[in-house]
């Protein structure tokens, strides 16, 4: 059974620092491409950062040079470590699993969520 485990979210006030984490089990979690996605209360979910098999990274352009993206395939583990929060980046957080077994089958994993809420 595929598992995705968020943990890390809370309150922080503006200017603050998170550092999430997602911990996946039941898949071979190096050869996955991971995402963090987010979703604030009546908005769409909008993906925030990737990271590949390789550690290449993408950001969105409202998180570029605050949020930062990383993996530790040792342990299973993605990070979000999230600085110089806004009230703006208030969202329930998501750890997403993605890996294309063959042409046009896709294995894709979601975590549970969790909140995040940068007010003072």
């Known amino acids: 059974q595929v598992q995705l485990v968020e943990s890390g979210g809370g309150l922080v006030q503006p200017g603050g620092s998170l550092r999430l984490s997602c911990t996946a089990s039941g898949i071979i979690f190096s050869i996955y491409t991971m995402r963090w996605y987010r979703q604030a209360p009546g908005k769409q979910r909008d993906l925030v950062a990737t990271?590949?098999?390789?550690?290449?990274?993408n950001y969105a352009y409202s998180v570029k040079g605050r949020f930062t993206i990383s993996r530790d395939n040792a342990k299973n583990t993605v990070y979000l470590q999230m600085n110089s929060l806004k009230p703006e980046d208030t969202a329930i957080y998501y750890c997403?699993?993605?890996?294309?077994?063959?042409?046009?089958?896709?294995?894709?994993?979601w975590g549970q969520g969790t909140q995040v809420t940068v007010s003072s």
């Open positions: 990271i590949t098999e390789s550690g290449s990274t």
């Open positions: 997403n699993g993605q890996r294309q077994e063959r042409v046009g089958v896709w294995r894709n994993y």
